[in-house]
């Protein structure tokens, strides 16, 4: 099947199977891998990319049903100046281990600042409880999205 | 065990060591061009996929694959029938394990075949049409049924010892018990019979899943060549040997690569799913990958559960006299690391305390189910909040503060903690009192809430060797191989640390790169906390090569006998004259370039047995304070504390960062997480089902001591961290949990098992 996207701000025409998971058509067939598959059923985040903005877990979305929408993935968003800014924070707070779980919290994020989600601690917590983390326990996570909200650093 | 001092380290004050640089792969991940094994593309690489017995126990009457070989895409079919000529049985411990299985499954999840097609979606549907008819067998689900009289037996055949199985003469199995460890230090049967206080319970710990968000996923090629392996694994050069055994290869043909991995923990310790992947690339002909998914790493290894009775003997004064210990650890179907587990958790068992007399008799069990071995304290973490149960209640019938009676019995520096090895090498006393001090132990408790407090300590750095060579670019640039893996651990950047101290460099000019067993030079493993220690102590020798080659070099400028050359800023110096790296190797080798290269090992000053250990006693130590529901149940960690003793902390966010991790898969651990097998099925086998600990479940404070006494056996007098934290806090929060008035005698502490826990105790209450 034919779907006409707009994939990291370019106009892109895939052919696909009906059941391919957009995960795969971005690692496998298009080499997106930045894009990683861990829990295959939309609980961890990892595989997170952003669809007209919103984040949405592409392990459990069929590519067909990106025809007409605009796809962002970390290859994309790398690129952006908003990228950089919340790059710095992690580094500055380390809140990168093995690394696997950060492309996608790095774009849920990104995706929860543009709505001014992050309004406190507690939103923090709340907001960011889809994109699990093994490695950090996740407090340099929520110190670096505190500096980037502008709610301080946890206590 | 003492690590041979082949060559002295000279401490620099070069101002690397001891900074929190930011970490060197953190760019790279970010950006999402961090390469896993998953991302890598071999040319002509098929996809493999695994049929997976759906019995727990039974004999295999045939298989029938037929109908997968016709389907178009489809290249070939391993089943049992392909090792008729060939020895197929691995394992690094116990050699007692299939590649597939070779008559009779053992566990829901064993390979019985395995399918290699053109894609993921081919294999999988050919997967599916492949026939087996079994016989089922009786089997056992747990530990108790592997112990029952006339129990069915897992395994008939003989045992054979593995690789690696590093644990003295191997005992016979007996019955379903695998391996047995005895731990004996004093008269225990003298410190009970004399006690005035004993106290006494069963323990049962949970099956644990690792979780590393990455899964067990490998390439494999075999040409004419050799072996080649891309593979998730921690320990290269372990599998590099037992791939070339088990397929009858030199050592150096079997060549792995290990870039990036995604979390380990223990999960991707020792051999996993490389056999499997080089069988069916041998049969194909081509490279093939296979990746697990979540349910199939969960079937490939996970944490033993445990069961444990425990006396603990005192006087009234609060004395700790005697400890006697049994332990059965449920090691599945195959042993995996359990017999190591089995001893560490035996070591572990008494605690750092000053027994008169401990006994302490740790069994490995085969059962049905899944294969389990390491994870993040492994031993420890199974046994140490038992201990501390204990150790709680003698406090409060001896009517003494639970810090105070760990601080009074706590071995001090140089005593014995059992007969031979190393004696006890850090100062735990300190270390209580930081712990106690950072979660505010004496403030004023509210209302259901409780405190706790957990000490224990965990065999460390496995087996001491590690070599490093590091080479200086004519730029001046440095460039470490090491075998050690980076899972997230921050080890690259440790290394860039130590290297550049040793350099006088900044260390964001020394680059670390990951594994190819065919250049890169040998490291026993990367676990048991050892990196830092061992790798790190190489890498440090190795620049020390480096170092002298320069100084060598800058004498050349400055020939007057006795100038006071020394290195600072990546240059030497003599006085105010300057002479950089790049101008001292242009000195060595003509204009047109070169490279100074240095070399190093660490290895042990014995033979580096067990019994000889650890490198290290790391120490295990955390407090916590939890509220709980009384009308739920439910547990919420309000906060934390850990003490990261290590010695000199090379990267001290990082040793934070460590400790966080572990603290969180602490939380999980004690509160959350448990595989629930039934008849040896396992009934959550998803994410959905397995909760692991999420943003929401961060206590509100989390305080990391960093213990700095300069007493490690690494460079700069460092040692591990990384997992003493995690057992620390499971008996942190049971003893928390259990000071709020809940009795604990089972993990993890869910909503439903703690608010049962209350309602028999009102019952009895009441009675
Ligand atoms: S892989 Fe998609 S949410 Fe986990
Ligand atoms: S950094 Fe490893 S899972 Fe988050």
Request: aromatic residues 6%; glycine residues 10%.
């Given at each position: 099947?034919?779907?006409?996207?707009?994939?990291?701000?370019?106009?892109?025409?895939?052919?696909v199977e009906p059941r391919e998971l957009l995960l795969d058509v971005l690692r496998d067939t298009l080499g997106?891998t930045?894009?990683k598959r861990s829990c295959d059923v939309?609980?961890?985040?990892?595989c997170?990319?952003?669809?007209?903005?919103?984040?949405?877990?592409?392990c459990t979305?069929l590519a067909?049903?990106?025809?007409?929408?605009?796809?962002?993935?970390?290859?994309?968003?790398?690129?952006?100046?908003?990228?950089?800014?919340?790059?710095?924070?992690?580094?500055?707070?380390?809140?990168?281990?093995?690394?696997?779980?950060?492309?996608?919290?790095?774009?849920?994020?990104?995706?929860?600042?543009?709505?001014?989600?992050?309004?406190?601690?507690?939103?923090?917590?709340?907001?960011?409880?889809?994109?699990?983390?093994?490695?950090?326990?996740?407090?340099?996570?929520?110190?670096?999205?505190?500096?980037?909200?502008?709610?301080?650093?946890?206590? | 065990?003492?690590?041979?001092?082949?060559?002295?380290?000279?401490?620099?004050?070069?101002?690397?060591?001891?900074?929190?640089?930011?970490?060197?792969?953190?760019?790279?991940?970010?950006?999402?061009?961090?390469?896993y094994v998953g991302d890598m593309i071999v040319p002509g690489m098929l996809h493999g996929k695994v049929l997976r017995s759906p019995v727990a126990h039974a004999r295999i009457v045939s298989i029938d694959a037929s109908e997968a070989l016709a389907m178009p895409g489809v290249v070939c079919v391993l089943t049992g029938e392909d090792f008729k000529d060939q020895d197929q049985f691995w394992g690094?411990?116990?050699?007692d394990r299939p590649i597939v299985a070779a008559g009779v499954v053992r566990f829901v999840g064993e390979p019985v075949a395995a399918v290699a097609a053109v894609d993921e979606a081919t294999a999988e549907a050919a997967v599916k049409a492949i026939y087996v008819e079994y016989d089922e067998?009786?089997?056992?689900?747990?530990?108790?049924?592997?112990?029952?009289?006339?129990?069915?037996?897992?395994?008939?055949?003989?045992?054979?010892?593995?690789?690696?199985?590093?644990?003295?003469?191997?005992?016979?199995?007996?019955?379903?018990?695998?391996?047995?460890?005895?731990?004996?230090?004093?008269?225990?049967?003298?410190?009970?019979?004399?006690?005035?206080?004993?106290?006494?319970?069963?323990?049962?710990?949970?099956?644990?899943y690792?979780?590393a968000?990455e899964t067990h996923t490998v390439i494999a090629q075999v040409d004419s060549r050799g072996i080649t392996l891309w593979a998730t694994c921690?320990?290269?050069?372990?599998v590099?040997?037992e791939i070339?055994?088990l397929f009858g290869q030199?050592?150096?043909?079997v060549r792995i690569i290990?870039?990036?991995?995604g979390?380990?923990?223990?999960s991707k310790?020792y051999t996993k799913m490389e056999p499997i992947t080089v069988a069916l690339a041998r049969k194909a002909r081509r490279p093939v990958r296979i990746s697990n998914r979540v349910d199939e790493s969960m079937a490939t290894t996970r944490?033993?559960?445990?069961?444990?009775?425990?006396?603990?003997?005192?006087?009234?004064?609060?004395?700790?006299?005697?400890?006697?210990?049994?332990?059965?650890?449920?090691?599945g179907a195959y042993?995996d690391?359990?017999?190591?587990?089995?001893?560490?958790?035996?070591?572990?068992?008494?605690?750092?305390?000053?027994?008169?007399?401990?006994?302490?008799?740790?069994?490995?069990?085969?059962?049905n189910t899944a294969p389990?071995?390491?994870?993040?304290?492994?031993?420890?973490?199974?046994?140490?909040?038992?201990?501390?149960?204990?150790?709680?209640?003698?406090?409060?019938?001896?009517?003494?503060?639970?810090?105070?009676?760990?601080?009074?019995?706590?071995?001090?520096?140089?005593?014995?903690?059992?007969?031979?090895?190393?004696?006890?090498?850090?100062?735990?006393?300190?270390?209580?009192?930081?712990?106690?001090?950072?979660?505010?132990?004496?403030?004023?408790?509210?209302?259901?809430?409780?405190?706790?407090?957990?000490?224990?300590?965990?065999?460390?750095?496995?087996?001491?060797?590690?070599?490093?060579?590091?080479?200086?670019?004519?730029?001046?640039?440095?460039?470490?191989?090491?075998?050690?893996?980076?899972?997230?651990?921050?080890?690259?950047?440790?290394?860039?640390?130590?290297?550049?101290?040793?350099?006088?460099?900044?260390?964001?000019?020394?680059?670390?790169?990951?594994?190819?067993?065919?250049?890169?030079?040998?490291?026993?493993?990367?676990?048991?906390?050892?990196?830092?220690?061992?790798?790190?102590?190489?890498?440090?020798?190795?620049?020390?090569?480096?170092?002298?080659?320069?100084?060598?070099?800058?004498?050349?400028?400055?020939?007057?006998?006795?100038?006071?050359?020394?290195?600072?800023?990546?240059?030497?110096?003599?006085?105010?004259?300057?002479?950089?790296?790049?101008?001292?190797?242009?000195?060595?080798?003509?204009?047109?370039?070169?490279?100074?290269?240095?070399?190093?090992?660490?290895?042990?000053?014995?033979?580096?047995?067990?019994?000889?250990?650890?490198?290290?006693?790391?120490?295990?130590?955390?407090?916590?304070?939890?509220?709980?529901?009384?009308?739920?149940?439910?547990?919420?960690?309000?906060?934390?504390?850990?003490?990261?003793?290590?010695?000199?902390?090379?990267?001290?966010?990082?040793?934070?960062?460590?400790?966080?991790?572990?603290?969180?898969?602490?939380?999980?651990?004690?509160?959350?997480?448990?595989?629930?097998?039934?008849?040896g099925r396992l009934?959550?086998d998803t994410l959905?089902?397995?909760?692991?600990?999420?943003?929401?479940?961060?206590?509100?404070?989390?305080?990391?001591?960093?213990?700095?006494?300069?007493?490690?056996?690494?460079?700069?007098?460092?040692?591990?961290?990384?997992?003493?934290?995690?057992?620390?806090?499971?008996?942190?929060?049971?003893?928390?949990?259990?000071?709020?008035?809940?009795?604990?005698?089972?993990?993890?502490?869910?909503?439903?098992?703690?608010?049962?826990?209350?309602?028999?105790?009102?019952?009895?209450?009441?009675?």
């Amino acid at each position: 099947m034919r779907v006409d996207l707009t994939l990291n701000g370019t106009p892109t025409a895939l052919d696909v199977e009906p059941r391919e998971l957009l995960l795969d058509v971005l690692r496998d067939t298009l080499g997106l891998t930045g894009a990683k598959r861990s829990c295959d059923v939309q609980v961890c985040g990892a595989c997170t990319v952003l669809v007209d903005g919103s984040p949405v877990s592409s392990c459990t979305l069929l590519a067909v049903e990106t025809d007409g929408h605009d796809v962002l993935t970390v290859e994309g968003f790398r690129e952006q100046p908003a990228f950089t800014r919340i790059a710095d924070a992690f580094e500055r707070h380390a809140a990168v281990q093995c690394g696997f779980c950060t492309t996608g919290m790095v774009l849920t994020i990104h995706a929860l600042l543009e709505d001014g989600a992050f309004t406190d601690e507690a939103s923090i917590r709340e907001e960011l409880s889809g994109n699990l983390c093994r490695c950090t326990g996740y407090r340099a996570i929520l110190a670096a999205v505190g500096d980037l909200a502008g709610i301080g650093e946890p206590a | 065990m003492t690590i041979a001092p082949e060559r002295t380290e000279q401490t620099t004050a070069s101002g690397q060591v001891g900074r929190s640089m930011r970490r060197v792969d953190a760019g790279e991940k970010l950006r999402g061009e961090a390469q896993y094994v998953g991302d890598m593309i071999v040319p002509g690489m098929l996809h493999g996929k695994v049929l997976r017995s759906p019995v727990a126990h039974a004999r295999i009457v045939s298989i029938d694959a037929s109908e997968a070989l016709a389907m178009p895409g489809v290249v070939c079919v391993l089943t049992g029938e392909d090792f008729k000529d060939q020895d197929q049985f691995w394992g690094h411990a116990l050699k007692d394990r299939p590649i597939v299985a070779a008559g009779v499954v053992r566990f829901v999840g064993e390979p019985v075949a395995a399918v290699a097609a053109v894609d993921e979606a081919t294999a999988e549907a050919a997967v599916k049409a492949i026939y087996v008819e079994y016989d089922e067998l009786p089997l056992v689900g747990t530990v108790d049924e592997a112990l029952a009289p006339d129990a069915p037996l897992v395994h008939t055949d003989p045992t054979r010892p593995g690789l690696f199985h590093g644990l003295g003469t191997l005992p016979e199995r007996d019955g379903n018990i695998c391996y047995s460890y005895e731990l004996n230090k004093g008269d225990a049967a003298a410190a009970f019979a004399k006690a005035d206080i004993v106290v006494e319970g069963t323990y049962e710990f949970p099956g644990i899943y690792q979780y590393a968000m990455e899964t067990h996923t490998v390439i494999a090629q075999v040409d004419s060549r050799g072996i080649t392996l891309w593979a998730t694994c921690q320990h290269p050069f372990l599998v590099r040997a037992e791939i070339a055994a088990l397929f009858g290869q030199p050592l150096g043909s079997v060549r792995i690569i290990v870039p990036y991995l995604g979390g380990g923990f223990g999960s991707k310790s020792y051999t996993k799913m490389e056999p499997i992947t080089v069988a069916l690339a041998r049969k194909a002909r081509r490279p093939v990958r296979i990746s697990n998914r979540v349910d199939e790493s969960m079937a490939t290894t996970r944490r033993s559960g445990a069961k444990i009775t425990m006396r603990t003997a005192a006087s009234n004064d609060g004395k700790l006299i005697g400890r006697d210990v049994k332990v059965w650890f449920d090691t599945g179907a195959y042993a995996d690391n359990g017999p190591r587990v089995t001893a560490t958790g035996a070591d572990s068992a008494p605690g750092p305390y000053r027994w008169e007399g401990v006994h302490v008799d740790a069994y490995c069990v085969y059962t049905n189910t899944a294969p389990s071995g390491s994870y993040r304290a492994f031993g420890a973490s199974q046994l140490q909040w038992a201990g501390d149960l204990q150790i709680d209640e003698i406090a409060h019938r001896a009517g003494i503060d639970p810090v105070e009676i760990r601080r009074m019995n706590l071995l001090r520096p140089g005593e014995e903690l059992r007969h031979g090895g190393k004696p006890m090498d850090a100062d735990l006393v300190g270390d209580i009192e930081k712990v106690a001090a950072a979660l505010g132990w004496d403030r004023p408790k509210d209302p259901d809430t409780g405190r706790g407090v957990s000490v224990g300590v965990l065999a460390a750095g496995a087996h001491p060797v590690s070599s490093a060579i590091a080479r200086m670019e004519a730029d001046g640039d440095v460039y470490v191989l090491v075998g050690s893996t980076e899972m997230g651990q921050g080890q690259r950047t440790a290394f860039a640390q130590i290297a550049g101290e040793v350099l006088a460099m900044p260390a964001e000019r020394v680059h670390c790169e990951g594994t190819d067993t065919k250049f890169t030079p040998y490291d026993r493993s990367t676990g048991a906390s050892r990196s830092t220690t061992l790798a790190g102590l190489a890498v440090a020798r190795a620049a020390e090569e480096v170092r002298k080659d320069l100084l060598a070099i800058a004498e050349r400028f400055w020939p007057e006998p006795g100038a006071p050359i020394e290195l600072r800023d990546g240059a030497a110096w003599c006085g105010t004259e300057r002479r950089t790296y790049p101008e001292l190797i242009a000195k060595r080798f003509g204009l047109s370039g070169g490279q100074l290269v240095g070399e190093a090992d660490v290895h042990p000053a014995g033979t580096g047995s067990y019994a000889e250990g650890p490198v290290f006693w790391e120490i295990c130590m955390a407090a916590a304070e939890v509220h709980v529901d009384r009308r739920t149940g439910r547990v919420t960690v309000l906060r934390t504390a850990t003490v990261a003793d290590v010695g000199r902390a090379i990267n001290p966010q990082l040793v934070e960062r460590q400790d966080e991790g572990a603290t969180m898969q602490g939380i999980g651990n004690a509160l959350y997480e448990e595989m629930v097998f039934a008849d040896g099925r396992l009934l959550n086998d998803t994410l959905l089902d397995y909760r692991i600990p999420t943003i929401a479940d961060l206590p509100v404070q989390s305080a990391c001591v960093i213990v700095e006494n300069g007493d490690g056996p690494g460079p700069f007098g460092s040692k591990g961290c990384g997992e003493g934290a995690f057992a620390g806090i499971i008996g942190a929060l049971a003893t928390a949990v259990a000071d709020a008035g809940v009795p604990v005698r089972a993990l993890p502490l869910t909503p439903e098992r703690v608010w049962r826990a209350m309602s028999e105790q009102q019952e009895e209450e009441h009675r």
